[in-house]
Every structure is written in structure tokens, then in C-alpha cells.
């Protein structure tokens, strides 16, 4: 496999195989692809290869995603590229845009023999229906927002289908002292995950597919060199207010002292410990916080059921001590039956 500089990447050395057509699982109608190749030789002695593109550096804020397919529950995982260098990103993108046209002259120049397109499909319906490579984020009216980082999102192979394709993260832990050759380490997946990983990506794009319901170039990264990583940054949407806070000089004075104030209360009601069940206190009482008997509760909510009321409503009747209980009707609210009460014993109560 030839590994190419995104500089370096000619879009017109890329070519294609011939069209292949399989069936979906379960009978549910086929698909077609062309695997791509890349000219490492002359335009008359063409020598074709599989090929992986090194992206510039770029960086996952995120670091591994995972995703659940909502109607097949499949797992897959998937890592954002976004360069961090504004010139390399765009060059990038550039290279990707006239990626994606080359491949929809494959795909027109193959119509007839691809799955779901017909043989009067225009080249501009198909370079329109290809999905993006790279993608910039946009306003509501679809106009690119000044000064945005192009970005994509690559695809990772976990392995399952043959351990020797995973897609693999890889740190140098120094080099052979007989060959000179750097020593690299692969790192855990799970330390990738909801970190900020800064990386140079190996990107192998592999086909183009025709499908019902789309076309798409897919690839997946085969393997990264890790620069850094660290505790993701929190992106706050509310970005503009949070500039304007930042910049009064007695913001975050006002803060640590809301801060030291609250610490200090929550110290206090740790020592303090949790309150105990109490009674209400009424006039000439003291406030002590004395358990109530669980007989004088039972006293309590029987005098406060004593004389419920019943009101009729078109056969819908109400038992109420505390309100009304509402039902909303055509006729407008009316009240309507809530469950009884318990039975609740009698105590005598001693004067």
C-alpha cells in the first residue's frame, strides 16, 4: 500500500476497478462499488495500487466516538480530523472537493453498470447526490461561515472482522539501537475516548459505493501518530457572553467569593449533620426537635379528614379536604373521582 503526503495527492493518478456488484444481507436488493487505486507509475506503464493519504496534524476534541445504529444496533467508531493548522486545513479541502469531482466522473462514466443510477443521470445530479468528504460549517442559508475549520470524521476499524485491521494510535517509545528504526506502541482505545487527542492520521480511502439510498466515498484510518493528549476543552455555546464576563476585572473576584461562601455554608452543614424528623412549634413552644409519635400523626391526618365535603358534577363526584382535584372536559374543567383515603383508627386523646 503507498502512503501519499495530502500535498502530494494528484487526484488524476487516482483510478478504479471495475464495477462489482453484491447482494445486501437478508434480500434486501444489491449494491455496487469500484475499489480505488492510485498510479504510482507512468500515465502509459500505470503501476496500481491501494493507497492511504496522510493528513497535517489534526485534533479530536472529543477523541473516539462511538455510534448505535437506531435500526440495525450496529457499533461503530469514529474519530474527528479537524487540521489544526488553518492553510494545511484548507489545502486539504481543496484536494478532497476535487477528490469527490473525480469520483463522480467515475461514477457517471460507470452508470450503466452501477446499482441505482440510470444511464440518463447527469454528471451534475451525481456530483450533487455524492456525499462531502470534508465538511465546513455553514449559517442557515447554507453560506459558509468566515474563518471555519473544514473537518471530517474518520471511520475506525475495531477489529472484528480480522484483528490485524484495526485501526491502530500509536506513540513512539524510542528507537532499535541496531537499526535506528523508531520503536512504536499502540495505545489503548479507551484512553482515546473523551480525551483531546492531537494526531497525524493515515487515511485509506478504499471505494466508492452505490446503494439505494446513497453514494459515498468510504475510508477509514488505518493508523495515527499521537502528538498529545489531554483533558478535552468545554465549548461553551454562549461564547460571546462569556467573552464579555471575562473581560470586567471584577468578574471572577465576584465569583471565588460567591465560591468561598458557599463552602464555607457547606461545611457548616456537614458539621451540623442531618436534621432530625420534628414537630411544628406553636405559640409559647420551644423549637426542640422532638420525634413525633407515629399515633399522634395518625390523629393528625384523621382531624384533618374530618368533614370532607362531596360535590356532583353529571355523576362525577369529588372527595376533598385540601382542593379541588380538576379534569379538563369539552364543557370546560370539572372535578373529577380521586382515590379514598385510608381508613385511619381513632385515638383517644387524653385533655
Same mark, same amino acid.
Given at each position: 500500500?503507498?502512503k501519499?503526503?495530502?500535498?502530494? /495527492?494528484?487526484?488524476?493518478?487516482?483510478m478504479?476497478?471495475?464495477?462489482?456488484?453484491k447482494?445486501v444481507?437478508d434480500?434486501?436488493?444489491?449494491?455496487?462499488?469500484?475499489?480505488?487505486r492510485?498510479?504510482?507509475?507512468?500515465?502509459?506503464?500505470?503501476?496500481?495500487?491501494?493507497?492511504?493519504?496522510?493528513?497535517p496534524?489534526?485534533?479530536?476534541?472529543?477523541?473516539?466516538?462511538?455510534?448505535?445504529?437506531?435500526?440495525?444496533?450496529?457499533?461503530s /467508531?469514529?474519530i474527528q480530523?479537524?487540521?489544526?493548522?488553518?492553510t494545511?486545513?484548507?489545502?486539504?479541502y481543496?484536494?478532497?472537493?476535487?477528490?469527490?469531482?473525480?469520483?463522480?466522473?467515475?461514477?457517471?462514466e460507470?452508470?450503466?453498470?452501477?446499482?441505482?443510477?440510470?444511464?440518463?443521470?447527469?454528471?451534475?445530479?451525481?456530483?450533487?447526490?455524492?456525499?462531502?468528504?470534508?465538511?465546513?460549517?455553514t449559517?442557515?442559508m447554507?453560506i459558509?461561515?468566515?474563518?471555519?475549520?473544514?473537518?471530517?470524521?474518520?471511520?475506525?476499524?475495531?477489529?472484528?472482522?480480522?484483528?490485524?485491521?484495526?485501526?491502530?494510535?500509536?506513540?513512539?517509545?524510542?528507537?532499535?539501537?541496531?537499526t535506528?528504526?523508531?520503536?512504536?506502541?499502540?495505545?489503548?482505545w !479507551?484512553?482515546?475516548?473523551?480525551?483531546?487527542v492531537t494526531?497525524?492520521p493515515?487515511?485509506?480511502?478504499?471505494?466508492?459505493?452505490?446503494?439505494?439510498?446513497?453514494?459515498?466515498?468510504?475510508s477509514?484510518?488505518?493508523?495515527?501518530?499521537?502528538?498529545?493528549?489531554?483533558?478535552?476543552?468545554i465549548?461553551?455555546?454562549?461564547?460571546?457572553?462569556?467573552?464579555?464576563?471575562? %473581560?470586567?476585572?471584577?468578574?471572577?473576584?465576584?465569583?471565588?467569593?460567591g465560591?468561598?461562601l458557599?463552602?464555607?455554608?457547606?461545611?457548616?452543614?456537614?458539621?451540623?449533620?442531618?436534621?432530625?424528623p420534628?414537630?411544628?412549634?406553636?405559640?409559647g413552644?420551644?423549637?426542640?426537635?422532638t420525634p413525633?409519635?407515629?399515633?399522634?400523626?395518625?390523629?393528625?391526618?384523621?382531624?384533618?379528614?374530618?368533614?370532607?365535603?362531596?360535590?356532583?358534577? !353529571?355523576?362525577?363526584?369529588?372527595?376533598?379536604s385540601?382542593?379541588?382535584?380538576?379534569?379538563?372536559?369539552?364543557?370546560?374543567?370539572i372535578?373529577?373521582?380521586?382515590?379514598?383515603?385510608?381508613?385511619v383508627? %381513632?385515638?383517644?386523646i387524653?385533655?
Open positions: 500500500m503507498s501519499i503526503n495530502f500535498r502530494d /495527492f494528484d487526484v488524476d493518478r487516482v478504479v476497478e471495475k464495477v462489482e456488484t447482494p444481507p434480500n434486501k436488493g444489491n449494491y455496487s462499488f469500484m475499489k480505488f492510485y498510479n504510482v507509475g507512468t500515465p502509459e506503464a500505470p503501476i496500481k495500487k491501494p493507497f492511504t493519504l496522510e493528513f496534524r489534526c485534533t479530536a476534541n472529543r477523541g473516539i466516538e462511538m455510534q448505535i445504529d437506531d435500526n440495525t444496533g450496529r457499533v /467508531f469514529s480530523a479537524k487540521p489544526d493548522d488553518p494545511e486545513a484548507e489545502e486539504l481543496e484536494k478532497m472537493s476535487l477528490f469527490k469531482k473525480k469520483v463522480a466522473q467515475f461514477l457517471y460507470n452508470r450503466v453498470e452501477m446499482e441505482h443510477i440510470k444511464p440518463t443521470t447527469s454528471l451534475a445530479f451525481i456530483l450533487e447526490d455524492l456525499k462531502n468528504i470534508m465538511y465546513v460549517p449559517d442557515k447554507g459558509r461561515i468566515p474563518n471555519s475549520t473544514p473537518s471530517m470524521y474518520l471511520k475506525l476499524d475495531d477489529g472484528s472482522y480480522d484483528i490485524k485491521y484495526k485501526s491502530q494510535f500509536l506513540i513512539a517509545v524510542g528507537t532499535n539501537p541496531k535506528g528504526k523508531v520503536i512504536t506502541k499502540p495505545l489503548d !479507551e484512553d482515546l475516548k473523551d480525551m483531546r494526531y497525524t493515515l487515511v485509506n480511502f478504499f471505494r466508492v459505493f452505490s446503494g439505494q439510498l446513497l453514494r459515498t466515498i468510504q477509514k484510518m488505518r493508523s495515527a501518530t499521537v502528538h498529545d493528549l489531554r483533558e478535552p476543552e465549548v461553551n455555546p454562549q461564547e460571546e457572553l462569556a467573552l464579555e464576563l471575562a %473581560s470586567n476585572p471584577d468578574y471572577m473576584k465576584q465569583i471565588e467569593a465560591l468561598k458557599a463552602r464555607e455554608r457547606a461545611a457548616a452543614r456537614a458539621l451540623e449533620g442531618p436534621p432530625s420534628s414537630r411544628g412549634t406553636t405559640e413552644e420551644t423549637s426542640s426537635s413525633i409519635d407515629p399515633m399522634e400523626a395518625a390523629n393528625i391526618v384523621a382531624a384533618a379528614t374530618k368533614g370532607m365535603i362531596s360535590t356532583e358534577d !353529571e355523576g362525577n363526584s369529588v372527595t376533598s385540601f382542593g379541588e382535584y380538576m379534569k379538563g372536559s369539552v364543557k370546560g374543567p372535578l373529577s373521582k380521586i382515590p379514598s383515603l385510608p381508613t383508627p %381513632s385515638v383517644d387524653e385533655s
